[in-house]
């Protein structure tokens, strides 16, 4: 998991640079990812999917009014939220920021 950033009012360009940001990321790391899972929604632009296109990575866009589709990831996102961050107090955004709350993953329940 990756905090790729915090903002109070995401839009599409703010999507766009937290995607160029993930894949300086990735180039700088050993990681290899073939097809970017998302939904429908309004803040993935088409310049958001060009970031990852442009690296070989297929996006894989979530049907319409099907919320089983997404249920790996929903699970995880409870499973972080249940075991994370229901232990810890964040303060604001800048206690967000600094902290190392990414660091915590419980991936192996669903291996």
Not at 12 to 28: F, K, P
Not at 38 to 62: C, H, P, Q, T, W
Request: hydrophobic share 40%; aromatic share 10%; with cysteine.
């Amino acid at each position: 998991m990756h905090l790729a950033g915090v903002a109070i009012n995401p839009d599409g360009a703010w999507m766009t640079q937290q995607a160029r940001n993930m894949v300086w990321m990735l180039d700088e790391s050993e990681a290899e990812i073939h097809c970017l899972l998302r939904d429908n929604d309004s803040k993935y632009s088409s310049s958001f999917d060009a970031v990852f296109v442009s690296e070989g990575i297929n996006i894989i866009s979530l049907p319409y009014h099907a919320p089983n589709a997404n249920s790996i990831a929903e699970r995880w996102v409870r499973t972080a939220r249940n075991e994370c961050l229901d232990h810890i107090l964040i303060w604001n955004e800048d206690h967000l920021q600094r902290g190392q709350f990414g660091t915590y993953s419980a991936v192996s329940r669903f291996i």
